[in-house]
């Protein structure tokens, strides 16, 4: 592994969240301490079902929620303790594609003014060099340089996440944090954008964090994968580790789910707990179809099993196959 540009350790957000106008205040811990790596030009997937907390370490890493407590370091560098002008100067390195397009630009903008938007906050450039970096930048997309005049309401889905792309790139970052960014197309338009962004990674060096709850657009671009389950990371790793020697039960039925004709045997039944009351123990045992006594009363730690491979589950030794059959 490359000399992580984000390294996250023991990260966590608690909201305190009310039940209706007069309720007493309940914790919610969206994130309940996690620790990951992302490499340097790699691609850190970060899958789980809705809820999970992806979207929430998304915001922590960009600087728009406070954790509640752990540390975030970027570029060596610790941004949970930095004052705001350094805050500022790092958050320009790190960029923002989010889910829908539609509801991220706006709609009253023109293209052009949309991706040269962060030069002029920024007060980068003049009138004439911005105009030149949007051509650039359009370019870079697959866009053609009349787009800059159109509005997002002129242009399909497809076009729009690509407008959000130039202007995430506009300020030369190193790292483009994707939270669903396909999530809202149709899964033709999907691989377009999907090779799009590859293709910019290996042109740009860039560092992507990919947020997904589909495990088949996670596998498709993450050189590691970290699969998260009611605000807990449960099996993290490379991905082929991942992928190929599964011993998380929960990720195994996100790849029985994302394989076709795969057993039911492993499919995932019932719904996800709410994070306002979370399991006692394992956060996974009430789904689990391998459920132990242990499991009800005991919380996994994360550990290795492998070179960069590490499972929260107290039967992490048995293999995927026999977990199959189980
Ligand atoms: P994901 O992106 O994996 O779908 P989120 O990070 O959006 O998950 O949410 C994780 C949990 O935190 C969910 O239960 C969600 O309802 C809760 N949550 C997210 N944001 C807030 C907030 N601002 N206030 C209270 N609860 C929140
Ligand atoms: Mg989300």
Not at 51 to 72: V, W
């Amino acid at each position: 592994m490359n000399a992580p540009f984000i390294a996250v350790s023991d990260l966590a957000k608690t909201y305190g969240v009310r039940r209706g106008l007069f309720g007493a205040k309940r914790d919610l811990k969206a994130v309940a301490g996690i620790s990951f790596d992302i490499e340097e030009g790699g691609t850190f997937g970060l899958v789980g079902e809705s809820g999970s907390g992806k979207t929430t370490t998304a915001k922590m890493i960009m600087g728009a929620e406070p954790p509640s407590s752990g540390s975030i370091r970027i570029a060596a560098r610790d941004i949970t303790a930095n004052s705001a002008a350094e805050t500022f100067a790092l958050r320009r390195t790190l960029q923002p594609v989010l889910q829908d397009p539609y509801s991220s630009l706006s709609p009253r903008m023109r293209a052009g003014r949309i991706i040269d938007e962060p030069l002029r906050i920024h007060g980068i450039g003049n009138e004439a060099s911005r105009a030149e970096k949007v051509r650039e930048l359009l370019d870079l997309v697959g866009l053609p340089a009349d787009a800059a005049h159109r509005y997002p309401s002129e242009m399909s889905g497809g076009q729009r996440q690509r407008i959000a792309i130039a202007r995430a790139l506009s300020l030369e970052p190193r790292c483009i944090v994707l939270d669903e960014p396909v999530s809202a197309l149709d899964v033709s338009i999907q691989a377009q954008i999907l090779n799009l962004l590859k293709d910019l990674q290996r042109r740009l060096k860039l560092t992507y964090l990919l947020i997904s709850h589909d495990l088949a657009v996670v596998s498709y671009m993450s050189s590691r994968i970290g699969v998260m389950y009611l605000g807990r990371l449960v099996e993290v790793g490379a991905r082929d580790a991942v992928l190929n020697d599964t011993r998380h039960p929960y990720t195994l039925a996100l790849v029985a789910g994302a394989t076709p004709g795969r057993s039911a045997a492993v499919a995932l039944h019932g719904e996800i707990p709410s994070p306002l009351n979370p399991p006692s123990g394992c956060p996974f045992h009430t789904r689990c179809p391998m459920v132990r006594d242990r499991c009800r009363s005991e919380v996994p730690p994360l550990q290795p099993v492998g070179d960069d491979h590490l499972v929260a589950c107290h039967f992490s030794d048995i293999s995927r196959t026999e977990l199959s059959h189980a």
